[in-house]
Structure formats: structure tokens, C-alpha cells
């Protein structure tokens, strides 16, 4: 239909990443996707920080399906600052991901399910809510989707006019 659409329909979450780092360049843009989401009354109630390093397995630590993050190049928590809303956070990691397969980095979303313990190993401010983040990396050689389990029919989700 279009190569945007193609790109759409073929995002998939991808658990296994090349071990160099993502580019400056690669990183900076994908960050700039991510601020340039619409958000409710535009309000940006929101805050992008990137982990690396020695410090993705600490931040692995705070989910209970991690591998991702600890095998990630970079992870990108989504941080709702206090009265943002989480349609906001979820439009934002959409973007994160969209754009990174746009310009050929792969990404898993990932739950932080202690996301209390995530706030305070990321020194966020108490309100705040880092529950969701992004793991991003070159795509390996594993890098087809592991768990890929289709999706429900249309005649199953989608309706017409009432419920
Ligand atoms: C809100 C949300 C949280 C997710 N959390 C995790 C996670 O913690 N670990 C993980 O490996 N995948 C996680 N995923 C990825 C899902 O497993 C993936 O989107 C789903 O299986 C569909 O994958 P596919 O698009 O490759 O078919 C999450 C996805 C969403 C939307």
C-alpha cells in the first residue's frame, strides 16, 4: 500500500540485539520521535530516559521479563511525570519503536513491574511513574519475532456502529 503502512504492519517486538551501541545519531532521532508525540492538551507530561551499560541490568532488575533489557544496546524508560497520562506514555513508545524501525533498529516493550523500585533506581521524583520502557538495538541474527502469535481475527475485534 505504502512503505509507512508496510512499516506499521510489520513492527514486531524483537528480543535479540547485536551488542554495539545504537548510534548517537540513530538515538538522538529516535528521542526526538518520541518528543514530538501528540500528548493530551499537549502537555509533554512526560520524560525519556535513556539506560546503557553496566546500569541495564539494574534496571532489568525492576521486570519480571527482562532478558530484552539486559540484552538491549539502550532501553528508553517512558517516564509519566505526576497527572500525565499512560494513552500519552503508550503513544510515545509506539513512536519510539516506529521510528526505530524506520532507521533499522529493532525494540521490545518492556514492564517494569516494580516500577517503584524502577523510580528510585532511575532517581525519579516521587509522582512520577516509570512503569514502561523501550530496549533497542541493532537487530541480531535471532532478531525474527521469538513469541510471534498472530492476532485475533477482524471479525473478532473489530465493530460497527455499536458494541
Ligand atoms: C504494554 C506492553 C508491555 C510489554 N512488556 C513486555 C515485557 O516486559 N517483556 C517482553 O519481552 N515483552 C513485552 N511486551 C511485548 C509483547 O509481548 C508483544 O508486544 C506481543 O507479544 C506482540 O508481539 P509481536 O508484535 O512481535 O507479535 C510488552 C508489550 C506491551 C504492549
Not at 530516559?49 to 517512558?78: K, M, N, W, Y
Not at 497527572?83 to 521490545?108: H, P, Y
Request: charged share 25%; with cysteine; glycine share 10%.
Amino acid at each position: 500500500m505504502s512503505e509507512s503502512y508496510d512499516l506499521i504492519m510489520k513492527l514486531r517486538a524483537i528480543r535479540d540485539f547485536r551488542p554495539e551501541p545504537v548510534s548517537e545519531e540513530h538515538l538522538e532521532a529516535i528521542l526526538e520521535a518520541a518528543r514530538w508525540t501528540g500528548s493530551s492538551k499537549n502537555r509533554q507530561d512526560w520524560s525519556f530516559v535513556v539506560v546503557t551499560g553496566d546500569r541495564l541490568q539494574g534496571l532489568a532488575e525492576c521486570g519480571d521479563f527482562t532478558d530484552p533489557v539486559r540484552h538491549s544496546a539502550a532501553t528508553i524508560v517512558l517516564v509519566k511525570e505526576e497527572g500525565g497520562n499512560m494513552f500519552d506514555i503508550g503513544r510515545a513508545a509506539q513512536n519510539i519503536m516506529l521510528a526505530a524501525k524506520a532507521i533499522g533498529v529493532a525494540s521490545c516493550p518492556i514492564t517494569l513491574h516494580r516500577s517503584g523500585e524502577a523510580r528510585e533506581f532511575l532517581g525519579a521524583p516521587e509522582g512520577t511513574e516509570t512503569r514502561y520502557a523501550v530496549a533497542l538495538g541493532y537487530p541480531g541474527d535471532a532478531a525474527s519475532p521469538r513469541r510471534f502469535g498472530g492476532r485475533k481475527p477482524a471479525e473478532a475485534v473489530v465493530r460497527h456502529q455499536r458494541y
